[in-house]
C-alpha cells in the first residue's frame, strides 16, 4: 500500500502561479511513474502530467510550457509548478503513482482560477 497526500491548491487569478505537492509514504523509486491528473466538474479525469521512473516526462498539450513536474527523490516528494494559470486550469488536482499492477491515488487538491 501507499498513501499520497497533495497539497498547495487554493484560489489564483488567471495570470498567477500556484506549486501542487504530493507527499508518498515510502520511496518514490518503488513507483514506475507518478502523475497529476485534474478532474472538472462535469468533465473526465485527465492526465496532466507524467513522470517516470527514469525521469521521461510526459505533458498534456493544455498545460505544455506552462506546467513543471517534478521530484525530490530525498524528500518523496512529486510537484507541479503551474504558471500562467487559465480559468480552464480549475479543476481537482490528483496525485497518481503506478507500481506493478498497483495504482494509487491522492485525495486531491482543488485549484480555482479566476478570470
Known amino acids: 500500500q501507499a498513501q499520497l497526500v497533495e497539497s498547495g491548491g487554493g484560489l489564483v487569478q488567471a495570470g498567477g502561479s500556484l506549486r501542487l505537492s504530493c507527499a508518498v509514504s515510502?520511496?518514490?523509486?518503488?513507483?514506475?511513474?507518478m502523475g497529476w491528473y485534474r478532474q472538472a466538474p462535469g468533465k473526465q479525469r485527465e492526465l496532466v502530467a507524467r513522470i517516470s521512473s527514469g525521469s521521461a516526462i510526459t505533458y498534456a498539450d493544455s498545460v505544455s510550457g506552462r506546467f513543471t513536474i517534478s521530484r525530490d527523490n530525498a524528500k518523496n516528494t512529486v510537484y507541479l509548478q503551474m504558471n500562467s494559470l487559465k480559468p480552464e486550469d480549475t479543476a481537482v488536482y490528483y496525485c497518481n503513482a503506478q507500481r506493478a499492477f498497483s495504482v494509487y491515488w491522492g485525495q486531491g487538491t482543488q485549484v480555482t482560477v479566476s478570470s
Open positions: 515510502g520511496s518514490i523509486f518503488s513507483f514506475s511513474a
